[in-house]
């Protein structure tokens, strides 16, 4: 937990387009930041938009990159992230990044707006919705990629189907896990489906490692290890190199699908490689989110194919 890793590329993002989400603050402000410093046209995509303007501003003077933006989304709300999504659409016409950050964790049990226990409806379907939004963008841009911010706690996670919102039994901290393992589920089973739709995006699931940052603010005991630990454990700057690795580390396409910590392959638990339970939290996602379950053939696939007989016709 105490060792660490840095991302080495070198690869600078001139004319690249990057979202992350919950980009105010811990990991997401870091890793939004480098992605700046490299050239990229960053979208922070925030809950809070004034706090998303403060770092938008601080990022903007400390890497002289004036293209980052702030854009409300709060995953919380089904109809945030649409909104987001339909005015990201509009607005821009690449998307080659998406990080995918924000967390809450150990919420005393709460719902969002649309009715779903709030860790899986903030760590899991929000991004799951999110993605699905994007990924005709991201389909156009490609190579693009899709980094999923997991964590070593889905080692002590279960997807209990029959109480998916905790209604039935709910722990704080067991919810923070469960949805940490559905971050792992939901990349394990796009990077299948991207493989098999032909697409260009990649997807890696990240622990970033134990961070000293805002997470634990809903546990007094948490907030005390953390502060006991602080010296130890990773800056939010340290904890941001992993997902900088699986964003911008070349030759990594052929790693889609894995799950990455301190900047190298990391294991998994049995359930997290569980195929079966991973197509069918997908099909409980999308039923629970309204969206199709076939939403990656429908946007990807078509499309794809028809690029390809279009590339392989016309130099002839
Ligand atoms: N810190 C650690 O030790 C570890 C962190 N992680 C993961 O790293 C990721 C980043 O966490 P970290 O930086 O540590 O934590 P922070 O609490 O510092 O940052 C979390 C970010 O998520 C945002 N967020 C929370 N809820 C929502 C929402 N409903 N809609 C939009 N944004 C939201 C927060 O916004 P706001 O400020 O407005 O609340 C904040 O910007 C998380 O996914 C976490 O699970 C994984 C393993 C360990
Ligand atoms: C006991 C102990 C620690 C506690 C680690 C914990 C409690 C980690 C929790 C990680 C989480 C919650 C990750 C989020 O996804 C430290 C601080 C490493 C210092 C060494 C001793």
């Known amino acids: 937990m105490l060792s660490s890793g840095v991302c080495t590329s070198t690869i600078q993002l001139p004319g690249k387009v990057a979202v992350v ?10 890793t939004a930041k480098e992605l700046a410093r490299r050239g990229a046209r960053v979208y922070l995509a925030c809950r809070d938009v004034q706090k998303g303007e403060l770092v938008a501003r601080e990022i903007q003077m400390m890497t002289g990159n004036q293209q980052v933006l702030v854009r409300k989304l709060d995953l919380a709300d089904t109809k945030s992230i649409r909104a987001f999504a339909k005015r990201f659409l509009e607005e821009e016409k690449h998307l080659h990044i998406l990080i995918n950050n924000a967390g809450v964790m150990m919420c005393p049990y709460s719902k969002t707006a649309d009715g779903f226990e709030m860790h899986m409806g903030v760590n899991h379907l929000g991004h799951f919705l999110l993605t699905h939004l994007l990924l005709e963008k991201l389909e156009e841009s490609a190579p693009s990629r899709v980094v999923n911010v997991s964590s070593l706690a889905h080692l002590l996670g279960r997807i209990h189907f029959h109480n998916l919102q905790g209604e039935k039994f709910y722990q704080s901290g067991l919810a923070y896990c469960h949805s940490k393992l559905a971050n792992i589920l939901f990349t394990q089973e796009l990077a299948r489906r ?9 997807v890696y699931s990240v622990h970033p490692g134990t961070v000293n940052s805002e997470l634990v603010r809903h546990s007094a005991l948490m907030r005390w290890i953390w502060w006991i630990f602080s010296f130890f454990i ?37 359930q997290a490689r569980n195929e079966t339970v991973a197509r069918r939290l997908w099909d409980v996602s999308c039923d629970l989110l309204g969206i199709p379950v076939d939403w990656l053939m429908m946007a990807a696939g078509p499309k794809r194919s028809l690029k390809q007989t279009t590339q392989h016709t016309l130099p002839k």
């Open 21 to 30: 989400t919950g980009a105010n603050t811990g990991i997401g402000k870091e």
């Open 194 to 202: 991207l493989k098999a739709s032909g697409s260009g995006i990649t």
């Open 234 to 270: 990773k800056t939010p700057q340290q904890g941001a190199q992993t997902s900088l690795y699986c964003a911008l580390t070349e030759g990594l396409e052929v790693l889609s699908g894995n799950h990455f910590s301190d900047c190298h392959v990391a294991w998994v638990s049995a």
